[in-house]
């Protein structure tokens, strides 16, 4: 069964960390892209950030330089630890993964995991 599950989710206050996880069952994430993307309550879901197969990344404009995705492949796992949490950062965060483009972050995602809410609050 093909599977993506996130985990780490929770309250952190403004200015904390958190440090989310991605792990893929059912398949391997070497020729994966794998996505976190976030959905805030009454909103839609938009990308935070992307890594490649081949370990190039890409990030949302507000979350450079605060966010850090990394894989390891060895476990199956993708990572996005979050820095400098702020509360526009609070939502539903969820992995997603495609190997449809030769492991490039392209659309459309084949797999998503169930998500995993972070809430911002001091």
């Known amino acids: 069964q093909v599977q993506l599950v996130e985990s780490g989710g929770g309250l952190v206050q403004p200015g904390g960390s958190l440090r989310l996880s991605c792990v893929a069952s059912?398949?391997?994430?070497?020729?994966?892209?794998i996505l976190w993307s976030r959905q805030a309550p009454g909103k839609g879901r938009i990308g935070v950030s992307c890594?490649?197969?081949?370990?190039?990344?890409q990030y949302l404009d507000s979350a450079r330089g605060r966010f850090t995705i990394s894989r390891d492949n060895a476990k199956n796992a993708v990572y996005l630890q979050m820095n400098s949490v702020r509360p526009e950062d609070a939502g539903i965060y969820y992995c997603?993964?495609?190997?449809?483009?030769?492991?490039?972050?392209?659309?459309?995602?084949?797999?998503w995991g169930q998500g995993t809410p972070v809430t911002v609050s001091s």
């Open positions: 997603a993964a495609t190997a449809h483009s030769g492991g490039k972050c392209d659309p459309p995602f084949e797999h």
């Open positions: 890594i490649t197969s081949n370990y190039e990344t």
């Open positions: 059912g398949f391997t994430l070497d020729d994966y892209a």
